[in-house]
């Protein structure tokens, strides 16, 4: 069988500069999920109510990001119905459409997370994890494939062995020459779902892309993997129905295991 060759990126924080970011990717046909916080994410300038609807409106997707960007883990059930049932109603509200998605404000979960998080009725949550590109995986644990900004080789280590999943492991040391050049790595990767088959999910934050100077390097990387024949470009949530429709390891399995 085919296998399927996606691309899909997401960005978190809602900080104003994401309508540069959405610029850049609608020039190039790229699809994304902009994460927002209902409170401005370290009382940044944040995107308005007229701004996340017109993103929504021309096939943007907006997915919530806690309510004040609070850590998730380890929150009392009170604590973190506060922080994530909110959240959807109110974007909801705003939009004028559902909102599918949930992204872990720092990337830090735990069972109760998940469990609260389809309680409030979403179908899925991305994390932090990096240097993932399989199609299958669990829908509250949707992985990376690499962050727009450059990590130290240890980062990558961090990254993964906190997640635990044996792909990451694979991933790093088939990479291992590249990772001090993430924007080469970020090309590798993508040439690897090509041949492969897969996910290539890029994120980041667009208040960091302008701390660090990366526009150039966003205009690059997403210039090599735009308009590609075969490739299918979608936001988060339409990644669901693929990855359910592939056998994955649920995050039960994943707990008992590490
Ligand atoms: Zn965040």
Redesign the pocket.
């Known amino acids: 069988m085919e296998r399927r060759r996606i691309v899909t990126t997401s960005w978190?924080?809602g900080d104003r500069q994401d309508l540069r970011l959405a610029e850049i990717l609608r020039s190039r046909k790229i699809r994304g999920t902009f994460?927002v916080p209902i409170t401005p994410?370290q009382g940044r300038p944040a995107l308005s109510h007229a701004e996340l609807r017109a993103l929504s409106s021309e096939g943007f997707e907006i997915g919530a990001?806690g309510f004040s960007?609070k850590h998730l883990w380890r929150l009392s059930p009170a604590e973190l119905a506060k922080e994530i049932s909110p959240c959807k109603p109110i974007l909801e509200d705003v939009l004028g459409a559902e909102v599918r998605m949930f992204?872990y404000?720092?990337g830090r979960y735990d069972s109760n997370v998940v469990r609260t998080l389809k309680e409030a009725g979403y179908q899925g949550a991305r994390t932090v994890r990096m240097l993932a590109t399989r199609l299958e995986f669990d829908p509250f644990e949707m992985p990376t494939t690499v962050q727009m900004a450059p990590h130290r080789r240890f980062s990558y280590i961090k990254n993964v062995a906190r997640a635990g999943k044996l792909e990451g492991l694979q991933v790093f040391l088939a990479h291992m020459t590249r990772l001090d050049n993430w924007l080469e790595l970020a090309k590798r990767l993508f040439d690897s779902v090509l041949q492969n088959g897969g996910i290539w999910h890029l994120y980041g934050?667009s208040w960091e892309i302008e701390e660090l100077g990366l526009w150039q390097d966003l205009e690059e990387i997403l210039n090599y993997v735009c308009n590609r024949e075969g490739v299918t470009y979608i936001p988060n949530w339409e990644l669901i129905p693929v990855c359910a429709a592939e056998p994955h390891e649920t995050i039960k399995t994943h707990l008992r295991t590490s």
């Open positions: 978190d924080d994460y994410y990001h960007h992204c404000p720092r934050h």
